[in-house]
C-alpha cells in the first residue's frame, strides 16, 4: 500500500497468483477502483520484489525490478503513509525499503544506449551480450555516482568450469584497475564482493546463494558512503561496512571466462 490515509483510503499494488495478473488499486471511502492491470505469472513459493515509484500523479510499477505497469491520473490521495496487505492468503514479507530517489541510468538494452563500452558486447534478441575466455567489463553512460541503488538482471548461460566463470555488476568504476564488483559464481553457488584497487583485488565479503547456468537472477547493490549491501532476487547475500578506496564512479557489467547476457541496468540515486 502507498499514499495510506486510513483503512477506507489509499493505493494499493498487489499480486493475484491464481489469475497471473499484478493489479493496481485505489481505494477511495471504502469504494475500489481498478487503475490498470498487467499479465504477470507468479509462483506459489517463490518470493518477488514488487516496487511503486510515485511522482506527483503519476505511478509506474515493477516485478523484480522489470517494468510491468503504469498509471499517470492519480487523484485520490496526494500522501499518505505505507504498508502490507494481505487477503485469503499465507504470505511474508522479508524487507521493506522507502526512498526518495531519482533514476540516472534504465537501460533495456533494445539496443543498448549510447555510451556504453561495447568492445566485445553485442546485442541479441534485448540482451547485452558477450562470451570470453577472460575478463570483459563495459561501463555505462551513467554519471559519476556515490550514493546510489543499482540493479541489474543477468543469466550466466555457460563458462569453462575449470576457471570458475564469473558474471557480475561493477559500481564506483574509476577505471579498469579501480572499482568495486558484486558477481556471481555459478560453478560454486556463491556471490562475492571485491574491491580493485590499481589492478589488486580484495575480497570484502561473500555469501551462498542456489544458482547455476541458465537461470535469470536479479542483482543489486545499494551504497551509502561506505556501507554496501548486496541482494541476489531480493534475497540480503553479502554487506561490507568499510568502503574506502572508491568514493563514487560509474556503473557497469563484467563477465570472465563465461558467457552471460544482461537485459536490463537500473541506477538510483538518493
Not at 72 to 92: C, E
Request: glycine content about 8%; overall charge neutral; charged content about 15%.
Amino acid at each position: 500500500m502507498f499514499r495510506y490515509r486510513d483503512e477506507a483510503n489509499y493505493y494499493l499494488l498487489t499480486a493475484y497468483p491464481t489469475l497471473s495478473r499484478l493489479r493496481l488499486w485505489s481505494v477511495v471511502n471504502g469504494t475500489w477502483y481498478l487503475l490498470n492491470e498487467s499479465y504477470y505469472s507468479f509462483t506459489p513459493g517463490v518470493s518477488y520484489v514488487l516496487e511503486v515509484a510515485v511522482s506527483g500523479s503519476e505511478v509506474s510499477a515493477r516485478v523484480n525490478s522489470a517494468p510491468v505497469l503504469s498509471f499517470g491520473a492519480l487523484s485520490s490521495h496526494p500522501a499518505g503513509s505505507v504498508g502490507l496487505r494481505v487477503r485469503d492468503a499465507t504470505a511474508g514479507f522479508g524487507w521493506v525499503r522507502v526512498q526518495d530517489s531519482s533514476s540516472v541510468l534504465y537501460d533495456s538494452f533494445s539496443p543498448p544506449s549510447l555510451g556504453w563500452c561495447t568492445l566485445r558486447w553485442c546485442t541479441s534478441s534485448g540482451t547485452y551480450r558477450s562470451s570470453a575466455s577472460s575478463a570483459v567489463l563495459s561501463f555505462s553512460p551513467s554519471p559519476v555516482l556515490s550514493n546510489l541503488s543499482y540493479t541489474a538482471r543477468v543469466r550466466v548461460l555457460s563458462g569453462t568450469a575449470w576457471k570458475n566463470p564469473t558474471a557480475g555488476i561493477v559500481f564506483r568504476y574509476r577505471d579498469e584497475e579501480n572499482y568495486y564488483l558484486f558477481t556471481l559464481y555459478p560453478e560454486q553457488s556463491i556471490a562475492k564482493l571485491w574491491s580493485v584497487v590499481n589492478g589488486s583485488w580484495y575480497l570484502l565479503d561473500e555469501g551462498v546463494f542456489s544458482t547455476g547456468y541458465g537461470s535469470w537472477h536479479l542483482l543489486r547493490v545499494d551504497v551509502a558512503g561506505a556501507r554496501v549491501r548486496g541482494y541476489i532476487d531480493g534475497m540480503h547475500v553479502v554487506e561490507f561496512r568499510g568502503l574506502s578506496s572508491h568514493p563514487s564512479g560509474r556503473v557497469g557489467v563484467r563477465i570472465r571466462d563465461a558467457e552471460a547476457e544482461y537485459d536490463y541496468a537500473l541506477a538510483e540515486t538518493w
